[in-house]
């Protein structure tokens, strides 16, 4: 297994972007001193039965990391595949990641496993779109679970195991799309069907059975737009300087 890596460090006049291509192929958009904007794609056919997909983010102290995701996943048939995120936030850090659906496909059986660390004032805002299965079909087995943690502690932990050929009351029940921004690190504005963490963060869901007309885009756009806000509160001096470009 070859992991997918992506990692940003301050640096002047550029901050250092290190890129390792696995099953997906990480591209750099831009960068200037403490911030990057990288887009990723699968490097191959992802994911084939049997799969192990691994990627690690790393976005450093002070740094933000805006990663674009270009065309989304499919999981086919076959045997157990898995799809592990390992993401460490350091000191002041943001990541910004708006991902394109995960498609569960009739036959495939998929672990997702997502695990987040903040350090102290890191803070992250994700999207994340989990399908059981394409047009037509009821989709596979998904097993997945997300996990996020700061220096107090667990902010998050969350597991979802859904079957398409076997639907649960109080799991999806006659849903296959569910939808999810998920911000951690501060307090974004809500709206009353939203869940609030006891720590800073909030989650908004929307459960469908299909892809388009999701609630959540303004959402999405309110909530990176709070944690940008934060970002030129922090840092006024580079503020001024973006507002001159």
Known sequence: MITTRIAVIAGEPRAHVELAVGALAPRLISRDALRAHVAVTAAGMVLLGGDHVHIEIDVGPGCTLEIEDVGGTVAYRGTRSSWNLDVRIGTGGTLLWHGLPFVVTDGADVERRSSLTLESDARAVIRETLVLGRHRERGGRLIST?????????????????????????????????????????????????????????????????????????????????AHERIRTRDPERSRVDATR
């Open 146 to 226: 997300l996990a996020v943690c700061d220096s107090g502690g667990p902010v998050l932990l969350e597991r979802l195991d859904a079957d398409g050929t076997a639907p649960e009351p109080g799991v999806l029940g006659g849903n296959r799309v569910i939808d999810a921004v998920t911000a951690v690190g501060f307090r974004p504005p809500t709206r009353p069907t939203d869940l609030e963490f006891d720590q800073p963060g909030a989650m908004a869901r929307y459960l469908s059975d299909h892809t388009h007309g999701s609630p959540l885009d303004p959402v999405w756009d309110a909530w990176i737009a709070h």
